[in-house]
């Protein structure tokens, strides 16, 4: 059984940094596409970056230069690093994982299997 757990969360001010934490089971990380959405409050959710299983990243532009995707294959685990943090980034991060051998675009209906999301809060 596929499952998907977000850590690392919390509240920061503007200009720090977390590192969000993607714990998965049940499937190996680096054979599945892995990616990262969040849910801006009053916003639809959007992706913010993905690593395909042959370790291609993508970046959205508001993640671009600011954020980190990797991945620890002996830990099975996905990470988001977070730099430069600002206001408009607070949201509930989700990790999200699909088998597809394609590198599909970050969009919600290319992934199947999602985490219960974790909650960034960055102030000004």
């Known amino acids: 059984q596929v499952q998907l757990v977000e850590s690392g969360g919390g509240s920061v001010q503007t200009g720090g940094s977390l590192t969000l934490s993607c714990a998965a089971s049940g499937f190996a990380v680096k054979l599945y596409s892995m990616a990262w959405f969040r849910k801006r409050p009053g916003k639809e959710r959007e992706g913010v970056a993905d690593m395909h299983r042959s370790g291609t990243a993508t970046y959205t532009a508001s993640a671009l230069g600011r954020f980190t995707v990797s991945r620890d294959n002996d830990r099975n685990t996905f990470y988001l690093q977070m730099n430069d943090l600002r206001p408009d980034d607070t949201a509930i991060y989700y990790c999200?994982?699909?088998?597809?051998?394609?590198?599909?675009?970050?969009?919600?209906?290319?992934?199947?299997?999602w985490g219960q999301g974790t909650q960034v809060t960055v102030s000004s």
């Open positions: 999200a994982a699909d088998p597809s051998w394609i590198h599909l675009a970050l969009r919600e209906e290319n992934y199947s299997n």
